[in-house]
DNA sequence: CCCAATAGTATCTTTTTGTATACTATAGCA
DNA sequence: TGCTATAGTATACAAAAAGATACTATTGGG
């Protein structure tokens, strides 16, 4: 480790991933590619839609997504992972194999306190 | 990328890393290795007493830091980041880089707009 | 006797996030 | 004519995170 924390940019990759429903979002279409609003709607359950279209404008804003709208009635619009967000995508591994780690950690510490 | 949105642990990892001051006080802790309450406060600058106190209380019950009382007067506590909070440090590897890219990034955007 | 130093607490206020709910526009269809 | 579907906005409210400020205990030193 070598990072200078006066000159530390972790909190603006850190920035981008915060946001309840984020990771969720950005893996729902690094799995299944591009998808409609409605289709993000069912795929993350528990989401209003206030949330999804915050969380997804401020993706935009960040040229980790892209947002193409159809000019049709009723509305469709679609949602992309640019290939500048899928540079996240080792961060959100990386991040995915230390959480489960942490997951199992965290639950033979509970063990041990009932044991 | 195969994580499956569903079973997704980033947000376990994400918890730890988030909140205003923890990855600064990480990167000292990995840094400078075992610090002293008041070396963090001034090695942080803008940190408040409370917050500090707080994100140390959250990163110990996380077994990420490690905190040792001296029972003196006046008081000394020293915090140490185990073997264990020393894992997280590929991601805040991994999380800096891509920060450092994505500030360049903006910075190039930025530039775009007033040419 | 009084002061400085350390590692905190205790309160209160502000800011940021998130939730709940209702509302909109409009083409196609029965 | 009224209903459905889609992708939102608007508004109000609740909860969580952060900030500002004041307070505490204790002891060695002057």
Redesign the interface.
Known sequence: ?D???DL???????G???GKWK??IL??L??DGTQRFSELKR?VPGITQKMLTKQLRELEE??IIERVVYPQVPPKVEYTITE?GK?????????????????L??RQ?ANRKIL
């Open positions: 480790m990072i200078e924390p530390c940019r972790v909190e603006d990759a850190l981008i991933l915060v990771p969720i893996l729902y690094l799995k795929s960040e040229d500048y540079s996240l995508s080792p961060i959100l591994e990386a991040m995915h194999e230390w959480g489960t780690k942490h997951t950690h965290k510490k």
